[in-house]
């Protein structure tokens, strides 16, 4: 279409209106999956495979670990490129909060709004994370510490054990048709199930 | 230069991550009661997407962009390892609400707390190398 060169300007600033507001926006279930496929194909191409718990082993390794353990006697440059985009995400993540978002709070249903307000989380709905939790008030609160602390435990002895998290098996392994993950991903969500059902009520 | 593209790959993932909230606390906890179908749909459809691909690159054995074959380590066979480290795993991502990939975004993002889980997952991380032989595999 070609456009009287006064009109140019408005049509532009038409687009980019749109387009911030869309980018702006918490993208759908359909803008996120298909992404996360090409951060995987971009990984396959680049002869690497997509998994980010194995850089936990990687700075196990870094920090000495490997002097008295042998399971993190490797060489830990070999697994540089993966804690590069490890740095990435980090950057990433302080874009998406600093420029790239309006208001962040997540939409939540409505019946999980309701079940976390009875079980004490003021700001769900209202926030990105439970303020109970990442807010800077939780590091002096114990309870809160001792929840991120022991989340973290399992998460890093769980993804090791199991040789992968959500990115290696329930991904990449998944995309593969590889048994071993498909059990992986059954044992997630029987963690997952248990947790927020069996013992968030005697948590919270 | 090398290191760069993968600085790339992290940044996009970082922003896939927050923006899609799937480094939410919230979404996590909202999967896990069946109450949303936006946790599913971003795995289903990466999953979709990365079942049609991957199958593309073996039947045509596609090359890397520097010309080698592509390769997929196929996981050891086992029953146990997989299962109870994944329940252990799942326990984990329900209550810090966040997996590997997320707990960087959500440095970067800014909640600090989520440190606090890094340092956990380091511990967890070091404690299965040091029980690594005593465990069913």
Request: hydrophobic content about 50%; proline content about 5%; overall charge positive.
């Amino acid at each position: 279409m070609i456009l009287p060169p006064d009109q140019k300007p408005a049509y532009f600033a038409a687009f980019k209106m749109i387009v911030m507001d869309w980018i702006l926006e918490p993208w759908p279930w359909y803008v996120g999956g298909p992404l996360i496929a090409g951060i995987l194909f971009l990984l396959l191409f680049g002869g690497k495979t997509f998994g980010m718990s194995s850089n936990l082993e990687t700075m196990c390794a870094m920090g000495g670990a490997g002097k008295r353990i042998d399971y993190f006697a490797f060489d830990w440059r070999t697994k540089r490129w993966n804690l590069i985009v490890v740095a990435g995400a980090v950057i990433g993540g302080f874009l998406a909060a600093n420029f790239l978002s309006g208001d962040t709070s997540v939409d939540i249903a409505p019946e999980t709004v309701d079940t976390l307000r009875t079980l004490g989380f003021e700001s769900a709905g209202e926030a990105y994370l439970p303020d109970e939790l990442f807010a800077n008030g939780a590091f002096t609160d114990p309870k809160s510490l001792a929840i991120l602390l022991v989340g973290g435990i399992l998460i890093g002895f769980g993804a090791r054990y199991a040789g992968g998290c959500t990115s290696g098996h329930a991904i990449t392994g998944l995309s593969n048709l590889q048994l071993p993950s498909l059990i992986a991903v059954v044992g997630f969500f029987l963690g997952g199930l248990i947790m927020v059902h069996l013992m968030f009520p005697l948590i919270f | 230069m090398k290191y760069l593209n993968f600085l790339i790959i992290g940044v996009i993932f970082g922003i896939v991550m927050f923006k899609s909230e799937a480094a939410s606390w919230f979404r996590i906890y909202e999967m896990f009661q069946f109450q949303s179908f936006h946790m599913y749909g971003i795995m289903g459809s990466a999953l979709s997407l990365g079942i049609v691909g991957t199958w593309l690159i073996k039947k045509y054995k596609l090359k890397s962009f520097d010309g080698e074959p592509i390769k997929f380590n196929p996981k050891t066979k086992s029953f146990s390892r997989y299962m109870y480290g994944g329940i252990l795993f799942g326990l984990g991502w329900a209550l810090a609400g966040s997996c590997p990939g997320p707990i960087y975004t959500l440095i970067g993002a800014g909640y600090l707390p989520i440190l606090v889980t890094l340092l956990g997952a380091l511990i967890g991380t070091y404690i299965y190398g040091l029980l690594r032989h005593k465990l069913p595999h």
